[in-house]
């Protein structure tokens, strides 16, 4: 008797979830708040599906590293967007509440003439 197909492909649980938690990682990277812990999550995943392959266990490594790849750049991308400078021009000219011709002394008008 002959096994069931799905009994001969190796498990691909830790490897598609790093994978998939990597790109959504990628898909984040204007909000990184989100995106640095998804991706964080995603390179454990690929490391526990490299890890359990290489303790013998039956589990597809190479989605596992693949994973880890892509966790890796979307944690680089996300950490860059995270601790980008504001621009090259420098902080923003605060707006003035006074008007700068106001900060002169102040001189009374002159006493009515009797």
Same mark, same amino acid.
């Given at each position: 008797?002959?096994? $069931? /197909?799905?009994?001969?492909?190796?498990?691909?649980?830790?490897? /598609?979830?790093?994978?998939? /938690?990597?790109?959504? +990682? /990628?898909?984040?990277?204007?909000? $990184?708040?989100?995106?640095? $812990?998804?991706?964080?999550?995603?390179?454990?995943?690929?490391?526990?599906?490299?890890?359990?392959?290489?303790? +013998?266990?039956?589990?597809?490594?190479?989605?596992?590293?693949?994973?880890?790849?892509?966790? +890796?750049?979307?944690?680089?991308?996300?950490?860059?967007?995270?601790?980008? $400078? +504001?621009?090259?021009?420098?902080?923003?000219?605060?707006?003035?509440?006074?008007?700068?011709?106001?900060?002169?002394?102040?001189?009374?008008?002159?006493?009515?003439?009797?």
């Amino acid at each position: 008797m002959s096994r $069931p /197909l799905h009994r001969q492909l190796p498990p691909v649980g830790f490897g /598609l979830a790093s994978v998939v /938690l990597g790109a959504v +990682g /990628l898909l984040l990277f204007v909000v $990184p708040i989100l995106a640095i $812990p998804i991706s964080a999550w995603g390179l454990l995943f690929g490391v526990f599906g490299v890890a359990a392959s290489a303790l +013998g266990r039956r589990v597809d490594w190479q989605l596992s590293l693949a994973g880890m790849v892509l966790c +890796g750049l979307a944690l680089l991308i996300d950490a860059a967007m995270n601790y980008a $400078p +504001g621009g090259f021009l420098g902080r923003p000219a605060e707006p003035q509440i006074v008007d700068p011709a106001a900060r002169a002394r102040y001189v009374p008008p002159p006493a009515p003439f009797k």
